[in-house]
T-cell receptor
Framework: AQKVTQTQTSISVMEKTTVTMDCVYE???????LFWYKQTASGEIVFLIR??????ENATVGHYSLNFQKPKSSIGLIITATQIEDSAVYFC??????????????FGLGTTLQVQP | EAAVTQSPRNKVAVTGGKVTLSCNQT?????MYWYRQDTGHGLRLIHY???????EKGDIPDGYKASRPSQENFSLILELATPSQTSVYFC????????????FGPGTRLTVL
């Protein structure tokens, strides 16, 4: 069965450092898509970045990048030069190709990131 | 110009009452979704829709109905609200053109007394 696991409940880092948040997933599908979302203190949920399973290159958007390790079923989110505003809960999610046009996502439980000044 | 809006943002209901949560999107996405978010459970899918007139059950549909009268609007209906349905509800939209990246509304905090 499909599953997304975020083992880190919370992380605290100093501002301007780099942080990596872990995510592992389980799927029987050969084609799948992985997403990271950010939920701010106000509750807003924002899409950050996507990795397609058939792409070997790690996705990068702004100061977010991914560490996609397909053999390990792992998709880590890397935030470089962290800012106070990066403090939030980060969710990893997966969509399997077999879900067709449902677009259904399976979410992990999230990792709370606190960036200290 | 928020692309996904929800109303109301906060709602207090009584047990046994009917509650309707509304969602509107201007993304012109075919798919829309309703989730609830609870501590320890993350985001769980209640209902979703492929387009106007369609509704499908998600992972936790019991006690909820959905309605998609148009491309833009998707409602979640609690016919007989119970305290266990106290939660934060999120609506989202997505489409194949965007690889089904989902775009979320601001959420509705529902308390059932």
């Amino acid at each position: 069965a499909q599953k997304v696991t975020q083992t880190q409940t919370s992380i605290s880092v100093m501002e301007k450092t780099t942080v990596t948040m872990d995510c592992v997933y389980e799927t029987q599908d050969s084609s799948y898509f992985l997403f990271w979302y950010k939920q701010t203190a106000s509750g807003e949920i924002v899409f950050l970045i996507r990795q397609d399973s058939y792409k070997k290159e790690n996705a990068t958007v702004g100061h977010y990048s991914l560490n996609f390790q397909k053999p390990k079923s792992s998709i880590g989110l890397i935030i470089t030069a962290t800012q106070i505003e990066d403090s939030a809960v980060y969710f990893c999610a997966m969509r399997e190709g077999i879900t067709g046009n449902t677009g259904k996502l399976i979410f992990g439980l999230g990792t709370t990131l606190q960036v200290q000044p | 110009e928020a692309a996904v809006t929800q109303s109301p943002r906060n709602k207090v209901a009584v047990t046994g009452g009917k509650v309707t949560l509304s969602c509107n999107q201007t993304n012109n996405h075919n798919n829309m979704y309703w989730y609830r978010q609870d501590t320890g459970h993350g985001l769980r899918l209640i209902h979703y829709s492929y387009g106007a007139g369609s509704t499908e059950k998600g992972d936790i549909p019991d006690g909820y109905k959905a309605s998609r009268p148009s491309q833009e609007n998707f409602s979640l209906i609690l016919e007989l609200a119970t305290p266990s349905q106290t939660s934060v509800y999120f609506c989202a939209s997505g489409d194949a053109a965007d690889f089904y990246e989902q775009y979320f509304g601001p959420g509705t905090r529902l308390t059932v007394l």
